[in-house]
């Protein structure tokens, strides 16, 4: 009798666990659809992007790490540079009401705008249901999709995980490597790196 019960606390347990544990998006696997309004009223699916490069970038303005890109100018010109070229580029708050980097759908805009941002669209996240679906853990997180629909990329926008704005000079940006690559018809040499940054506040 107290192996049945110790096994039905663990088979509980396992359910458990499982339902707060975010999904896994499996590098060069096909990408998790999701609908969304943006900060601007319109609608979107990712499915609708079927056919082009697609950037998730997830971004809260009050995290630091997101500072040292938008202050820097770093994450406006690479929205810039590949939104020129046909790559939808959505930037992603997963913030919930009442947490660090929540902020209104008119806030974002008016971020974007200060910081001269120039994304295909913003997102208005705050229930976690696509920074979980993505299993986003830190700000900036990103992802690559190609056109087919897989993930060719995730995780670190480069590989100097600082604050310093100086850093950005100096650092490989893994964003643009597997853009340019896969845009080129080659292989992504680092396809998965380790997110950093602030976590996200879901």
């Not at 670190?156 to 100086?166: G, L």
């Not at 380790?194 to 879901?202: A, D, L, M, T």
Request: charged content about 20%.
């Amino acid at each position: 009798m107290l192996k049945v019960k110790m096994m039905f606390v663990c088979i509980i347990s396992m359910i458990l666990f499982s339902a707060i544990v975010p999904a896994q998006v499996v590098t060069n696997q096909m990408a998790p659809d999701f609908s969304f309004s943006d900060t601007n009223g319109q609608k979107h699916s990712l499915s609708d992007y079927k056919g082009k490069f697609v950037v998730l970038e997830w971004f809260q303005p009050d995290c630091p790490f997101v500072k040292k890109h938008y202050n820097s100018g770093n994450m406006p010109q690479l929205q810039k540079q590949y939104t020129a070229k046909g790559v939808i580029w959505l930037s992603i708050n997963s913030s919930a009401p009442g947490k660090e980097g929540n902020h209104t759908a008119q806030e974002l805009n008016q971020y974007m705008k200060d910081k001269t941002g120039s994304p295909t669209a913003v997102f208005v996240d705050s229930d976690g249901k696509v920074g979980r679906l993505y299993a986003a853990q830190t700000t900036p997180s990103m992802f690559v999709i190609d056109p087919k629909g897989a993930v060719i990329y995730q995780g670190a926008i480069d590989d100097t995980p600082s604050a310093d704005i100086e850093d950005v000079k100096t650092a490989k940006n893994y964003v643009s490597a597997a853009l340019d690559a896969a845009m080129n018809g080659n292989p992504v040499a680092v396809p998965t790196t380790k997110s950093y940054g602030c976590s996200v506040k879901y």
